[in-house]
DNA sequence: AAGATGTCCAACCGCTCTGTT
DNA sequence: GAACAGAGCGGTTGGACATCT
């Protein structure tokens, strides 16, 4: 044992902000092959300039694989309203009665939506209308074509939405710790997603520009048949990424897990697209 | 069209909790 | 029981994007 409480990393030596995709895909690559035992030697061991925390904070709160993303159903809402008033900032018991949902997301959702919302108004009916009007949190702009559960992809009924490669549903294996986990892929892949934000390579973008038919329209609420054949086209640049980057790997765990890794970030892709804005056309 | 302002969310920070020696 | 390391938690912030003027 040393003497003193030793810093968690070195501030200096550590790369911080926005995590790109190529540090997604050790990460996750990383934790496939060997779990996360521990953290703080992790980043080194997986050759990540990241802190230990950092790398806990991406795969809890974005890369894990039943990570819930998208729509909070009003029955999520609703449940986090009760747990709040009851236990109060506990997020992560909150959390635990929310699958798939994060501390951090629904702290977040709490914060940037919730909270206003019951202060200006105690009547939640009014103000689903009013969320409803002003697309708030750009998750309910399917709202019209989806009932509360629809995003839901547990508790519900279990939505089976044939995705390219892999399906709702389909079950997947991991490391968790020692302990192998045997996890249910949940619906992740959602149009609505298309809004996040990410920062992205410029080399990746010249690589993109190289993909026939890969054109982000002005709507990203593009029609779904539309984006899945986007989402091939996507697919495949993946498939050459994952080539380029030597993470390519015959353990069907992993592909899994990039498979899992690829269709997050395409959506963040899709929306840096459709933030800038700009064609994608043939070198 | 462009600058100002607002909104949202991923990530960071620092503290607490828990397990280990 | 004390000291420590590592993990977890909750508050906060920075930056990207959206909307307004």
Not at 96 to 101: N, V, W
Not at 131 to 153: C, D, F, I, W
Not at 212 to 223: K, M, R, Y
Request: net charge neutral; charged share 30%; proline share 4%.
């Amino acid at each position: 044992m040393g003497k003193g409480r030793a810093p968690c990393c070195d501030k200096t030596k550590v790369k911080r902000g926005q995590w790109s995709y190529d540090e997604d895909l050790k990460l996750i690559s990383f934790i496939n092959k060997y779990g996360h035992e521990n953290w703080r030697s992790l980043p080194e061991q997986a050759g990540l300039l990241r802190c230990g925390k950092s790398c806990r904070l991406r795969w809890i709160n974005y890369l894990r694989p039943d990570v819930k993303r998208g729509n909070f159903s009003v029955e999520e809402e609703e449940t986090i309203i009760k747990l709040h008033q009851s236990i109060g900032s506990k997020w992560s018991k909150i959390a635990s009665k929310l699958p798939g949902r994060t501390d951090n997301e629904i702290k977040n959702v709490w914060h940037t939506h919730l909270k206003k919302r019951l202060s200006s108004n105690t009547n939640l009916n009014a103000d689903r209308d009013e969320a409803a009007t002003k697309g708030s949190l750009n998750r309910e702009e399917t709202s019209q074509e989806s009932s509360p559960n629809a995003s839901m992809s547990s508790g519900g009924s279990k939505i089976s939405s044939k995705e390219d490669g892999v399906q709702i549903g389909q079950t997947f294996q991991y490391l968790e710790g020692h302990s192998e986990v045997t996890k249910t892929l949940q619906e992740v892949d959602k149009p609505e997603l298309l809004e996040i934000s990410f920062g992205v390579d410029p080399e990746i973008w010249s690589f993109i520009n190289g993909l026939d038919s890969f054109q982000q329209p002005e709507n990203s609420l593009a029609p779904r048949a539309y984006q899945d054949s986007q989402e091939d086209e996507v697919e495949k640049w993946f498939k050459h990424l994952e080539t380029e980057l030597g993470l390519e790997e015959n353990d069907s765990q992993q592909q899994r897990s990039i498979v899992m890794l690829t269709k997050n970030h395409r959506h963040h892709h899709l929306g840096e697209l459709r933030a800038l804005d700009k064609p994608l056309t043939k070198p």
